[in-house]
């Protein structure tokens, strides 16, 4: 990979990878899971005004494909992705994201002009594949979006909440309405004690996900899910679908780090899926050595569909002199420590009420539902964002305890 330019303007001609989540193990749009394509890139890497505005955008090339729709069959060629990553972080602690895919051209489509791109881009339910009234060669093959959101807290026990939600093309014919949705969350738990982490994370998502109908096959750039079994017409370019992992390092061994991990993973049976429990167990160690750092891993465990598998890896580093552990940069910016008082756990108790309205097609008509009420008891986190301002998240599970007769409107 080749950069040129600056904090504020990078430009990346190359082999890069790209990860659109602030999930760990697992990416509704992008990650690093599948091989990585030849892109050229655009972005910063030092944010941008008080909002710590932050952009991305790529181009990319992705691997040979012999069904590619095309007129009445089929065309081979190279397939490209485009790609928007905007963000920003307008309080201390929590970050708003705005991710953009779209897939196009390849073979007999041509390598797709700049305003066919920009019109998938900007009015997607013209030209996604949900569009009826557009011949499969006019469309602008898949697209996908997602907004995410992070939110740290500072405490003795310091810790982040995340959540990405996704969709596949578009709903009613409507920019602003995401379609085939998807839904992840995590929670990661940077310093449990001194040796301890813990990240837990699960994804939920519509069987239609990843489906449409110009990629009829599973496109050969596919990254690691245990999921593709559920959705064979999926053009995979994300992660494993939905972890919770744990991991646990000890101290010094003869000036090295030894390492310890463990992973799991459980879908929800999809179809005639067999899927079982994911496990994996890793052991990793690691020295400084005349200025750099040698070491290995070794990976063993067992796959959703109860395959067995190994894998041993060695890696060498660059050793930055200047670093500094990750306790002390805790520590250092107030993340944790006895000084923080910045943080505050509480619990909210009350009362609730809702009414829920379907509007799914323009085929079918739109209801009213049930009116609801109930009790809430949420377990939340929040920090001081201001003198007079807080920001946080919570846990609010709802229970019903009263009902009325459906209306139809």
């Known amino acids: 990979m080749l950069s040129l330019g600056f904090s504020k303007a990078q430009l990346d001609i190359g082999y890069k990878p790209h990860w659109f989540s602030p999930l760990t193990d697992s990416s509704l749009l992008m990650s690093t899971e599948a091989p990585t394509m030849p892109s050229v890139s655009l972005s910063n890497y030092e944010p941008l005004t008080r909002l710590g505005l932050s952009y991305e955008f790529f181009e990319a090339r992705m691997s040979k494909s012999d069904h590619i729709v095309w007129q009445n069959g089929y065309t081979t060629g190279y397939p490209r992705l485009g790609g928007i990553q905007l963000s920003m972080e307008p309080a201390s602690g929590w970050s708003l994201g705005l991710n953009r895919l779209v897939q196009f051209g390849g073979g007999a489509r041509g390598g797709g002009s700049l305003s066919a791109l920009f019109n998938a881009i900007v009015n997607p339910s013209r030209y996604s594949n949900t569009n009826a009234n557009l011949s499969v060669n006019q469309k602008a093959t898949n697209q996908e979006a997602s907004v995410t959101s992070s939110f740290l807290f500072p405490g003795r026990v310091p810790f982040a909440v995340y959540v990405e939600y996704a969709g596949e093309d578009t709903s009613r014919g409507r920019n602003y309405l995401l379609g085939n949705s998807a839904l992840s969350w995590g929670i990661h738990f940077p310093r449990l004690g001194e040796r301890f982490d813990l990240t837990l994370e699960a994804s939920e998502w519509q069987n239609a996900w990843y489906v449409h109908s110009v990629c009829r096959t599973a496109c050969p750039t596919t990254g690691w899910s245990s999921a593709t079994g559920s959705a ?28 310890l991990r463990y992973r799991t993973l459980e879908n929800q049976v999809y179809g005639v899926i067999p899927y079982q429990r994911y496990h994996e167990v890793s052991v990793g160690y690691s020295r400084p050595w005349k200025g750099i750092i040698i070491g290995g891993e070794f990976d063993s465990g067992s796959d959703a569909f109860g395959r067995s598998f190994g894998r041993l890896a060695g890696f060498v580093r660059y050793d ?57 008891l949420a377990l939340g986190a929040r920090r001081a964002v201001s003198d007079h301002s807080d920001l946080g998240a919570r846990l609010d599970p709802m229970t019903s305890v009263a009902r009325v007769s459906p209306e139809c409107g």
């Open 232 to 259: 064979t017409s999926a053009c995979w370019v994300t992660a494993w679908a939905g972890a919770a992992r744990s991991r646990a390092s000890t101290g010094r061994l003869v000036r090295g780090q030894v390492q």
């Open 320 to 376: 930055n002199p200047n670093a500094q552990p990750v306790a002390a940069l805790l520590d250092s910016q107030g993340v944790a420590g006895d000084a923080d008082t910045s943080g505050q756990l509480f619990v909210d108790a009350g009362v609730n009420a809702l009414r829920v309205r379907t509007d799914l097609t323009e085929l079918t008509p739109k209801t009213t539902g049930r009116s609801m009420t109930g009790v809430h």
